[in-house]
């Protein structure tokens, strides 16, 4: 074994532990949700299945539901259809819009995946993780609502089915869309 | 008063394990035969102790002894029996109990197997053991005890988490544990090599069965749990790259690359640095999937407990187990000089080579994979998660190109292979590797990997059968009698290696139903009512209705999906929504219907209050063969582990 060798398995071993040591003290569990009451980070990006680009700056003073999603994602199946359901509910308010953010995936899969399980909104494709990264997400499905001001409002973390649809429905976005977004309750 | 004598018991244990390590040091440094036997004493009887503590922990299970914390926290009232009894390794403590239990009873029975024959090892197999058992006791007693009482005592207990309610799930983590464990005795044996400095080839002829018992043992567990996430949690996927699913799978990896390099060294001398390294690596990634699994560092749905004292503890043993065994190799390494090199890059070595180093590479990304969320967070503070793409996209290419070192390596020569050789062996194979693959493209694979697949495992399936079909002949030929006797006697003459091919037969029947699972997987989500019905794949499902249905500490609502292809009701699928009583927790029972091979697969991860469902069917043709292929492999290694010894050996 060279010298060489001796000193990358050391350092190897050393950067190894001091990694182990400082994760100890961190709770995996915890996600952060410090954006809630924040500005939402606006950002542009080309949608999926064209090149043409969308900016949240288009959706200014409406409320918007932005859901990261992958088409390697089991969970995001599951709530696909509720999905589709709320914009069937609440699309024709000129102040409501969805917007899907498709996270980590190639676009083949994910043209694939929106012609399998449909699709009655528009979708950008987060190239680089850059979106998610600003948004802090952890993993898909998550779902964020931005009132009308453009102030993160509510984060959903996995699937909107049960109990987090129906409250979606029946509170959330009433609340939000008739301008009182204090009384959201998510 | 039973559990207390329990947890005495483990106590005295712990005392022992300090024995275990000191005794056989005072043995060597007085040459006292008597120290070492004392060792040996204390060794056996660890192991009695320890049973004893397991025994008095089950014995508070079965009488339902809820002021044992841990009994309570992992059991109820209304448990059925024979989760009752592996709630046992349900949770944190005791699933550490049950690890250090097993340590104890390998190291037994290797000191009483190994004791005539290796005189000289046995120190320091005894002493690198006991301390790897005190360590594990230390944190038993002190920091994770099962033994504790509550008072006042709970009622009735909290119940084991419904997801280990399964019986795939009771044996998978007993057969991990009998992999990660199985693996410390070739560890020992290695730092007995390295301490004593007796470096040949020995302890590799000696440990070479536990190292393929210990590989078998890492294969069932994985396999099992792979098979407990297809069935239990619902998505009909038997691997998601979790982190512990992952921990599990990087000692496997490179266990796999030790099991293969091993034969090199016992062949041609070489690799001996690097096989004493495979082995240290292979140890440390288990103890290290111990760590990840156990200390919470990691999020995964498999951790259980987040302290970081505990964490703490088990990183300090970690440290001074990997630095101990990687600080002594660096200073004993220079002594190892192979004296044979490399004669040609196209030779059985150098295949041989490379399969080590794409097993290791593979175990790097996986690594990277698992702790690079880690490394976000703790360096940059911000949460991300990788996901299968990221291990699709690396992973892949490297198993596809160890695919096709496993249709090389057997059959290229050793030192030198000439071109007349490899035209012999390979020329054919290729030729229908090529046919498979426009096989495969005509039967509708078009991704680059299910192709660059078909055309390895034609290549390699190929390679085999032209073998067993050469080899076949000639014993046919020489004794006059027909072909398949031929094989028979191919086989007796060299069990070993015809063990080796029928665990490679394994892994291709594995990799073709993990293909055509993936490839030709049909998949629908829908929301349906009663008499609604909806079409998947060449089947129909019609939901007949949704009931409610009790089980011994559940309740839940059962869907009866009616199957039918054509006018044919082939069967009823009863897939569940439960939830458990003592802890209200929710689960999907997914509901299989195995047909050609393959599953049709049906969830109803959803059910409204007004009667509608959703339901998500899975077509997964031929996936019965990712776990068929799973049993031959363990076919291979039973031949392999139960052949008729060698004179040498």
């Given at each position: 074994?060279?010298?060489?060798w001796?000193?990358?398995l050391?350092?190897?071993l050393?950067?190894?532990?001091?990694?182990f040591y400082q994760?100890?003290?961190?709770?995996?569990?915890?996600?952060?949700?410090?954006?809630?009451?924040t500005?939402?980070?606006?950002?542009?990006?080309?949608?999926?299945?064209?090149?043409?680009?969308?900016?949240?700056?288009?959706?200014?003073?409406?409320?918007?539901?932005?859901?990261?999603?992958?088409s390697?994602?089991?969970?995001?199946?599951?709530?696909?259809?509720?999905?589709?359901a709320?914009?069937e509910?609440?699309?024709?308010?000129?102040?409501?819009?969805?917007?899907?953010?498709?996270y980590?995936?190639?676009?083949?899969?994910?043209?694939?995946?929106l012609?399998?399980?449909?699709s009655n909104?528009?979708?950008?494709?987060?190239?680089?993780?850059?979106?998610?990264?600003?948004?802090?997400?952890?993993?898909?499905?998550e779902t964020?609502l931005i009132?009308?001001?453009?102030?993160i409002?509510?984060?959903t973390?996995?699937?909107?089915?049960?109990?987090?649809?129906?409250?979606?429905?029946?509170?959330v976005?009433?609340?939000?869309?008739?301008?009182?977004?204090?009384?959201?309750?998510? | 008063?039973?559990?207390?004598?329990?947890?005495?018991?483990?106590?005295?244990?712990?005392v022992?394990s300090?024995?275990?390590?000191?005794?056989?040091?005072?043995?060597?440094?007085?040459?006292?035969?008597?120290?070492l036997?004392?060792?040996?004493q204390?060794?056996?009887?660890?192991?009695?102790l320890l049973a004893?503590g397991?025994?008095?922990?089950?014995?508070?299970?079965?009488?339902?002894?809820f002021?044992?914390?841990?009994?309570?926290?992992?059991?109820?009232?209304?448990?059925p029996?024979?989760?009752?009894?592996?709630?046992?390794?349900?949770?944190?403590?005791?699933s550490?109990?049950?690890?250090?239990?097993?340590?104890?009873?390998?190291?037994t029975?290797?000191?009483?197997?190994?004791?005539?024959?290796?005189?000289?090892i046995?120190?320091?197999?005894?002493?690198?053991?006991s301390?790897?058992?005190?360590?594990?006791?230390?944190?038993?007693?002190?920091?994770?005890?099962?033994?504790?009482r509550?008072?006042?005592?709970?009622?009735?207990?909290?119940?084991?988490?419904?997801?280990?309610?399964?019986?795939?799930?009771?044996?998978h983590?007993?057969?991990?544990?009998m992999g990660?464990v199985?693996?410390?005795?070739?560890?020992?044996?290695?730092?007995?090599?390295?301490?004593?400095?007796r470096l040949?080839?020995?302890?590799?002829k000696?440990t070479?069965?536990?190292?393929?018992?210990?590989?078998?043992?890492?294969?069932?567990g994985?396999?099992?749990?792979?098979?407990?996430a297809?069935?239990?949690?619902?998505?009909?996927?038997?691997?998601?790259?979790?982190?512990v699913?992952?921990?599990?799978f990087?000692?496997?990896?490179?266990g796999?690359?030790?099991?293969h390099?091993v034969?090199?060294?016992?062949?041609r001398?070489m690799?001996?640095?690097?096989?004493?390294?495979?082995?240290?690596?292979?140890?440390s990634?288990?103890?290290?999937?111990?760590?990840?699994v156990r200390?919470?560092?990691?999020?995964?749905v498999?951790?259980?407990?987040?302290?970081?004292?505990r964490?703490?503890?088990?990183?300090?043993?970690?440290?001074a187990?990997?630095?101990?065994?990687f600080?002594?190799?660096?200073?004993?390494?220079?002594?190892?000089?192979?004296?044979?090199?490399?004669d040609?890059?196209?030779?059985?070595?150098?295949?041989f080579?490379?399969?080590?180093?794409?097993?290791?590479?593979?175990?790097?990304?996986?690594?990277?994979g698992?702790?690079y969320?880690?490394?976000?967070?703790?360096?940059?503070?911000a949460?991300?998660?990788?996901g299968?793409?990221?291990?699709?996209?690396?992973?892949?290419?490297?198993?596809?190109?160890?695919?096709?070192?496993?249709?090389?390596?057997p059959?290229?020569a050793?030192?030198?292979?000439?071109?007349?050789?490899?035209?012999?062996?390979?020329?054919?194979?290729?030729?229908?590797?090529?046919?498979?693959?426009?096989?495969?493209?005509?039967?509708?694979?078009?991704?680059?990997f299910?192709?660059?697949g078909a055309?390895?495992?034609g290549?390699?399936?190929?390679?085999?059968?032209?073998?067993?079909?050469?080899?076949?002949?000639?014993?046919?030929?020489r004794?006059?009698?027909?072909y398949?006797?031929?094989?028979?006697?191919?086989f007796r003459?060299?069990?070993?290696?015809?063990?080796?091919?029928?665990?490679?037969v394994g892994?291709?029947?594995t990799?073709?139903?993990?293909?055509?699972s993936?490839?030709?997987?049909?998949?629908?989500?829908?929301?349906?009512?009663?008499g609604?019905e909806?079409?998947?794949?060449?089947?129909?499902?019609?939901?007949?209705g949704?009931?409610?249905v009790?089980?011994?500490?559940?309740?839940?609502?059962?869907?009866r999906?009616?199957?039918?292809?054509?006018?044919?009701?082939?069967?009823?699928l009863?897939?569940?929504?439960?939830?458990?009583?003592?802890?209200?927790?929710p689960?999907?029972?997914?509901a299989?219907?195995?047909?050609?091979?393959?599953?049709?697969?049906?969830?109803?991860?959803?059910?409204?209050?007004?009667g509608?469902?959703t339901?998500?069917?899975?077509?997964?043709?031929?996936?019965l063969?990712?776990?068929?292929?799973?049993?031959?492999?363990?076919?291979?290694?039973?031949?392999?582990?139960?052949?008729?010894?060698?004179?040498?050996?």
């Amino acid at each position: 074994m060279t010298r060489a060798w001796q000193i990358i398995l050391v350092g190897a071993l050393l950067g190894l532990f001091a990694l182990f040591y400082q994760g100890l003290w961190g709770n995996p569990r915890y996600i952060p949700t410090i954006l809630i009451g924040t500005p939402a980070p606006v950002f542009a990006a080309p949608q999926v299945g064209s090149s043409d680009s969308l900016s949240l700056d288009q959706f200014k003073g409406k409320v918007v539901l932005l859901n990261f999603w992958a088409s390697w994602c089991l969970e995001c199946k599951l709530e696909h259809n509720n999905l589709l359901a709320l914009n069937e509910r609440f699309g024709r308010d000129p102040n409501f819009v969805m917007l899907g953010v498709n996270y980590q995936d190639k676009e083949p899969d994910a043209l694939e995946y929106l012609r399998t399980y449909g699709s009655n909104f528009q979708h950008v494709r987060d190239v680089k993780g850059a979106i998610a990264f600003d948004y802090g997400v952890y993993g898909v499905p998550e779902t964020f609502l931005i009132d009308q001001q453009g102030v993160i409002r509510c984060k959903t973390i996995g699937p909107i089915v049960g109990a987090v649809y129906d409250n979606y429905v029946q509170r959330v976005l009433p609340a939000l869309l008739s301008g009182s977004p204090e009384q959201v309750g998510c | 008063m039973i559990v207390e004598l329990g947890h005495f018991s483990v106590i005295i244990a712990l005392v022992l394990s300090v024995l275990g390590v000191f005794a056989p040091l005072v043995a060597l440094r007085t040459k006292n035969a008597d120290w070492l036997r004392v060792s040996r004493q204390a060794l056996t009887l660890i192991f009695v102790l320890l049973a004893a503590g397991i025994a008095s922990l089950e014995y508070a299970y079965l009488t339902r002894d809820f002021s044992v914390a841990y009994v309570a926290s992992t059991s109820n009232s209304k448990l059925p029996l024979f989760y009752t009894i592996a709630a046992l390794w349900g949770g944190h403590e005791g699933s550490l109990l049950l690890w250090v239990f097993i340590l104890s009873a390998f190291s037994t029975v290797a000191v009483w197997l190994h004791w005539r024959t290796q005189p000289a090892i046995m120190p320091y197999l005894i002493a690198v053991e006991s301390a790897v058992m005190f360590g594990f006791l230390m944190l038993i007693v002190f920091l994770s005890s099962p033994f504790e009482r509550v008072f006042p005592p709970p009622l009735d207990g909290k119940d084991l988490n419904p997801l280990l309610q399964d019986p795939a799930m009771t044996m998978h983590p007993p057969m991990l544990y009998m992999g990660y464990v199985g693996f410390s005795i070739p560890f020992a044996f290695a730092m007995a090599a390295l301490f004593s400095g007796r470096l040949g080839e020995e302890w590799i002829k000696v440990t070479q069965r536990w190292t393929i018992f210990a590989w078998l043992c890492l294969t069932i567990g994985i396999m099992m749990g792979g098979y407990w996430a297809y069935y239990e949690l619902g998505w009909g996927g038997y691997w998601g790259w979790d982190p512990v699913e992952n921990a599990s799978f990087m000692p496997w990896l490179v266990g796999t690359a030790f099991l293969h390099s091993v034969m090199v060294q016992e062949k041609r001398k070489m690799f001996k640095v690097w096989n004493l390294f495979l082995v240290i690596v292979t140890f440390s990634l288990s103890l290290i999937g111990t760590f990840l699994v156990r200390s919470g560092v990691l999020t995964s749905v498999h951790t259980f407990a987040t302290d970081p004292e505990r964490g703490l503890y088990i990183l300090i043993f970690l440290g001074a187990v990997l630095g101990t065994a990687f600080g002594t190799l660096i200073v004993r390494a220079p002594k190892l000089k192979s004296r044979i090199e490399l004669d040609s890059v196209v030779s059985r070595e150098s295949v041989f080579l490379f399969n080590n180093l794409f097993f290791l590479v593979a175990a790097a990304t996986v690594f990277l994979g698992t702790l690079y969320p880690l490394m976000i967070e703790t360096w940059k503070g911000a949460k991300v998660t990788v996901g299968p793409p990221y291990y699709n996209a690396v992973f892949m290419p490297i198993a596809l190109g160890l695919l096709f070192l496993m249709g090389v390596g057997p059959y290229i020569a050793w030192r030198k292979a000439s071109v007349d050789n490899l035209k012999r062996n390979f020329l054919t194979p290729l030729i229908v590797a090529l046919v498979v693959t426009l096989a495969a493209f005509a039967l509708g694979f078009r991704s680059p990997f299910s192709l660059a697949g078909a055309f390895v495992v034609g290549f390699a399936g190929s390679t085999i059968l032209a073998d067993i079909g050469k080899v076949s002949a000639f014993f046919a030929r020489r004794d006059r009698v027909d072909y398949v006797r031929g094989f028979y006697r191919a086989f007796r003459n060299n069990q070993r290696r015809y063990a080796g091919t029928v665990t490679h037969v394994g892994v291709l029947v594995t990799v073709v139903g993990i293909i055509a699972s993936t490839v030709y997987q049909t998949e629908k989500v829908v929301s349906v009512r009663v008499g609604d019905e909806f079409v998947l794949g060449d089947y129909r499902v019609k939901l007949a209705g949704i009931h409610d249905v009790r089980g011994p500490n559940w309740t839940a609502k059962e869907g009866r999906f009616e199957l039918y292809r054509g006018e044919d009701l082939l069967t009823e699928l009863k897939p569940q929504k439960r939830v458990y009583e003592a802890t209200q927790s929710p689960t999907t029972e997914s509901a299989i219907y195995a047909i050609n091979m393959g599953h049709v697969f049906l969830t109803m991860p959803e059910v409204s209050p007004e009667g509608s469902a959703t339901a998500r069917g899975v077509i997964n043709p031929l996936i019965l063969w990712v776990w068929g292929g799973g049993g031959i492999m363990g076919l291979g290694i039973l031949l392999n582990m139960f052949r008729p010894r060698r004179r040498d050996e």
